[in-house]
């Protein structure tokens, strides 16, 4: 199945990830003012989990850091590589890797260490196969309702125009359903498309620097063709 390539906008952390800015080399700055954001991504169409890291000064919308020599950061114990066009550090994983280990060190020696996992979730057997614009549907997933205020459940639906891409959320605690609204649904043209659910959540930081940090898990399951109609 070919899966379009699109990237849909619900967090600020992970707007983060696809911007391009201004760099600066992490001696610059005081070790105690970075700001890190984590980020752990799976995406079930490909089967390949991606380790994400920006580093930020102040706070995560401060100017972007390279680590300076001596500066180091890994997930499980594997050094991340630097990506100059997007101003981050990754890795990627093939298959799925449910959990993991981040560890920073910065040019003072101070080691912060910070655990997370992934929350799996996919479509359940309900989801129609063509939809009609003139109505709303509840879409029903398999897994773990919507533990905390932190966390967000997403249904995008991608039609072949991609500019008529819309964004449906639900982040209401105990929700087990999306719903899609007839007036959003109606802005969508009758044609072929695809239906993606992805669960986004913040996890706890164990450790950070003064500034903070912020770590994301999002579990973006297999896609769904549907007809809009």
Request: with cysteine; net charge negative; hydrophobic share 40%.
């Amino acid at each position: 199945m070919h899966v379009k390539q699109f990237i849909p906008i619900h967090l600020v952390v992970v707007l983060l990830l696809f911007c391009s800015c201004e760099t600066e080399e992490s001696d610059l700055v005081e070790q105690q003012q970075i700001f890190v954001a984590y980020d752990l991504f799976y995406n079930e169409n490909e089967d390949t989990t991606r380790a994400t890291v920006i580093f930020t000064f102040g706070n995560r919308t401060g100017t972007r850091l390279v680590l300076s020599e001596g500066a180091t950061i890994r997930y499980d114990n594997t050094p991340m590589t630097y990506d100059n066009v997007l101003g981050l550090y990754s890795l990627e994983i093939a298959g799925y890797d449910a959990m993991g280990t981040f560890v920073y060190e910065d040019l003072e020696a101070n080691t912060f260490t910070n655990a997370v996992s992934l929350n799996p979730i996919s479509f359940d057997n309900t989801v129609p196969e063509t939809i009609d614009r003139s109505e709303s549907y509840e879409i029903g997933w398999v897994g773990n309702t919507v533990a905390t205020d932190l966390e967000v459940v997403v249904v995008t639906v991608v039609p072949n125009n991609l500019g008529q891409t819309t964004i449906f959320s639900q982040n209401n605690r105990e929700a087990t359903t999306v719903l899609l609204t007839s007036d959003r649904l109606l802005e969508i043209d009758p044609q072929p498309a695809e239906l993606v659910i992805e669960r986004i959540a913040e996890q706890p930081v164990l450790e950070s620097s003064a500034a903070g940090a912020v770590i994301t898990s999002r579990y973006r399951a297999n896609v769904i063709s549907i007809a809009i109609e």
